[in-house]
């Protein structure tokens, strides 16, 4: 069912993810409704596949950022403060913003400028709010590393592949906190890393 959500509206691709029960979750739900694709991916934004963006890099096909968001719904909640490994177009960076709320603080960090140059264009001409009054903070750097002056966060979400455990990463996540990165080379699989209150 993932890859059969497309839709020809913003609102018809998020009615096919909760009818393949990607989301469910009010507050995902509502922050895919709230952030138009269309926003971030000049072509095709409604498929569900990734899209070309530049520069060698894709917007991840809107199912698995259904799965990401779904995945650290109760470390998205107002207040709360995330990063984004990778955000690339900014689409999932501004989705994670719409969740956290305007108490809330989420860096989208990009190792490309253009790509991140081109996230802050679109952010400020759709979300001008969601910028101006820090909600959202776009940095281009090397994901891996993180961004320690954000730290700690409650939630980490990595957009590309990590070859290994991601120790900087988990380092700068809270504690409870909760990251969801993609990991291997060849195969890849999703880990969900738990901290808990004592920091394991």
């Known amino acids: 069912m993932a890859w059969m959500c497309s839709g020809k509206t913003n609102d018809e691709l998020v009615d096919n993810l909760v009818k393949a029960r990607i989301i469910s979750s009010s507050q995902v739900i509502s922050a895919m409704r709230a952030v138009d694709r269309a ?20 917007i991840s096909a809107p199912h698995m950022h259904g799965y990401a968001l779904e995945g650290l ?6 207040g709360m ?3 984004d490994v990778g955000s690339g177009s900014g689409y999932l960076t501004a989705c994670m913003a719409a969740m956290v709320g305007s108490n809330g603080h989420v860096v989208g960090i990009e190792h490309i400028p253009e790509l991140a140059d081109q996230s802050l264009v679109d952010l400020r001409a759709h979300y001008p709010e969601w910028i101006n009054d820090k909600r959202i903070e776009i940095v281009t750097g090397d994901g ?11 939630s980490i979400h990595v957009g590309a592949a990590a070859p290994k455990k991601p120790t900087e990463l988990l380092a700068q996540l809270k504690a409870p906190g909760r990251m969801f990165v993609p ?3 060849n195969s890849q699989y999703i880990v969900v890393y738990d901290k808990d209150e004592s920091g394991n």
């Open 39 to 58: 926003h971030f991916s000049k072509q095709y934004p409604y498929e569900d596949s990734p899209q070309g963006i530049g520069y060698g890099a894709t």
């Open 73 to 78: 719904v109760e470390y998205l909640k107002p």
């Open 81 to 83: 403060r995330a990063l």
């Open 144 to 154: 891996r590393l993180g961004h320690n002056e954000g730290a700690p966060y409650d």
């Open 183 to 185: 990991v291997g080379t």
